[in-house]
C-alpha cells in the first residue's frame, strides 16, 4: 500500500503583466548633470534593459528550464509500487442457536450464501440412520447441532471432501498449499446468556488462509483471530490435537482427495 513543482503557467508573466498587456515600452534614458554622466548614463541604461527585458527572451528561458526538467525526470528510474495497506476483507459468522456446523462452513468458504440452515437441515433428513458415524445428537426442530456426516454431505454438494485426519500423524505431513480449509470439532463451555456453566460440549470452528495469514474462525469469537504463517498454523493444530475429545477434519476438493494430494509425504 517531494512537493510538486510549481506550475510553470503561473510563472509566465509575473510581474510584468503591463508589458505584456501594452507590448514593448520604449526605453528612457535619464541623463546625468555633472563630470561622469557618460558612465551614469550607462548604467542607467543597462539598469533599464535589465529592467524591461524583451518577454520572449523569458518565454525561452522557461521552455529550456521545462525541456531540462522532463528530461531528468525521464532518466530517474520509476518509483517502485507501494503495496497496499489495506487489510483483506474477512468474512466471519457469528454464534447463532447450535448452528457451529454452518457457521464453520460459511467461514471456510468465506461466502455467508454458500450453505444455509435450511440446506443443512434437508441433508440431515435425508440420511439414514445406518450412515451415521457418530452418535452426535441432533434437533429435529432443525436448531442446529449437526455431526460430521452432515458437515461431510454437506461438503459435496460444492464438489468438495472432508478427509478425517489421523491424530497419530503429525500435521508437518500436510501439503497446506492443497488444503482450501480446516474445521475443528473441540470441546467448548456451555453459556447461559451471559453466564458460563461448568459444562462443555463439542463445537465446530473453521480455520483458513485469508491473505497470506491463517485465522481462526470460531463463530464464539468477537472478530477473527490471526494464527500466523503455516509454521504458526502447524503448531496451532498439534496444540489443538493434544486435548481430548478435539477432531481435524480437512476441507479439499474432490481432484485433491482423489490423488491424495493433501499429503506431503505421498
Not at 495497506?85 to 468465506?110: D, G, M, S, W
Not at 470441546?187 to 461448568?198: A, C, D, E, I, V
Not at 494430494?261 to 505421498?266: E, H, I, K, L, N
Request: net charge positive; glycine share 12%.
Amino acid at each position: 500500500m517531494g512537493s510538486a513543482p510549481y506550475p510553470a503557467g503561473e510563472w509566465k508573466g509575473k510581474g510584468r503583466g503591463g508589458l505584456q498587456e501594452l507590448g514593448c515600452m520604449p526605453w528612457k534614458v535619464s541623463k546625468q548633470k555633472g563630470g561622469g554622466g557618460g558612465g551614469g548614463g550607462g548604467e542607467m541604461l543597462g539598469a533599464e534593459e535589465r529592467r524591461y527585458r524583451d518577454p520572449r527572451d523569458s518565454q525561452q528561458q522557461q521552455q529550456q528550464q521545462q525541456d531540462l526538467s522532463s528530461s531528468s525526470s525521464s532518466l530517474s528510474p520509476p518509483a517502485p509500487p507501494q503495496p497496499s495497506l489495506t487489510p483483506p476483507a474477512i468474512y466471519h459468522e457469528k454464534q447463532r442457536r447450535e448452528l457451529c456446523a454452518l457457521h464453520a462452513l460459511n467461514n471456510v468458504f468465506q461466502d455467508g450464501t454458500a450453505f444455509s440452515r435450511d440446506t443443512l437441515q434437508e441433508i440431515y433428513q435425508r440420511l439414514s440412520p445406518s450412515t451415521l458415524v457418530t452418535p452426535h445428537k441432533k434437533s429435529m426442530l432443525g436448531n442446529g447441532n449437526y455431526d460430521v456426516n452432515v458437515i461431510m454431505a454437506a461438503l459435496q454438494t460444492r464438489g468438495f471432501e472432508a478427509v478425517w485426519w489421523d491424530k497419530r500423524r503429525d500435521v508437518g505431513s500436510i501439503e497446506l498449499s492443497n488444503v482450501t480449509g480446516f474445521i475443528l470439532n473441540v470441546p467448548s463451555n456451555l453459556r447461559w446468556g451471559p453466564l458460563r456453566l461448568p459444562l462443555k460440549r463439542q463445537h465446530w470452528i473453521g480455520v483458513r488462509e485469508v491473505g497470506g495469514v491463517y485465522y481462526n474462525l470460531d463463530s464464539k469469537l468477537r472478530s477473527p483471530q490471526p494464527i500466523g504463517n503455516p509454521d504458526e498454523l502447524r503448531k496451532f493444530l498439534r496444540q489443538q490435537l493434544r486435548g481430548k475429545n478435539c477432531e481435524l477434519l480437512l476441507v479439499v476438493s474432490e481432484e485433491v482427495e482423489a490423488h491424495q494430494t493433501w499429503r506431503s509425504d505421498g
